[in-house]
């Protein structure tokens, strides 16, 4: 049987909620993070080496990476759901709004988390160099990028209900973690109405609230 090897606050919700969205069974396994290190447990690094959500097993298959994982969820149990036709124009926003969420999103939203934590956990007498390079990395490099990609998601969500059409598709379960983290970590509300309206309707949606109760714990970490 399929099983979802799921750490708690991670990307594994994505994970979650295309299970409940799909209708099918699988199984699942909850792993708390070390208390002292926020990390994986060793218990899930049996199964995920690195110690990166998401990860699942499947008989003889064991894969991590969110996106990996989706495309071998949606081809082996999807029936067709949640990914436009090839040869539609919904297939090729797809196609973007797919890939930029692990290819350009989480990158940024990941490092500029760790820049905060370099800053508040460096030695005191080096805290006012870190926290100086981390503000300028910020500044220069992270902030301008996460902007223009906050533009972008807004012009397309102006157009469309979902990022790929009027309909929930795959690149929504990838681009839907990413929203919650950057509602935390940057801020939406009236500067982004749209993406902040898009935030509410994944929200609302009945598989996502039960991916939530199933996980019990999700808190984009800060």
């Not at 490092?111 to 160099?129: D, E, G, H, L």
Request: charged letters at 25%; a neutral charge.
């Amino acid at each position: 049987m399929l099983t979802l090897h799921h750490l708690e606050n991670s990307q594994s919700i994505r994970i979650l909620w295309l299970l409940e969205e799909l209708g099918i069974e699988y199984a699942f396994k909850m792993y708390d993070r070390d208390p002292a290190t926020r990390l994986a447990p060793s218990e899930y690094k049996e199964i995920s080496p690195l110690g990166t959500a998401p990860a699942i097993t499947d008989g003889n298959v064991t894969l991590s990476e969110s996106n990996a994982i989706i495309d071998y969820i949606i081809e082996t149990y999807g029936d067709g759901k949640l990914r436009p036709k090839t040869g539609t124009p919904e297939r090729t926003d797809y196609l973007f709004w797919f890939h930029m969420a692990q290819g350009s999103l989480q990158p940024l939203l990941t490092n500029r988390y760790v820049f905060s934590m370099m800053s508040s956990r460096a030695p005191f007498f080096i805290k006012p160099i870190v926290a100086s390079i981390g503000k300028k990395l910020n500044e220069n490099f992270i902030a301008p990028r996460l902007e223009r990609i906050l533009v972008q998601m807004e012009a397309q969500l102006a157009k469309t209900k979902w990022f790929a059409g009027d309909e929930l598709t795959a690149a929504d379960i990838t681009m839907g973690y990413c929203v919650e983290v950057m509602a935390v970590r940057v801020g939406l509300g009236d500067r982004y109405p749209h993406t902040q309206q898009y935030l509410e309707q994944m929200r609302a949606r009945p598989a996502y609230q039960a991916a939530l109760q199933k996980d019990g714990k999700f808190k984009p970490l800060a």
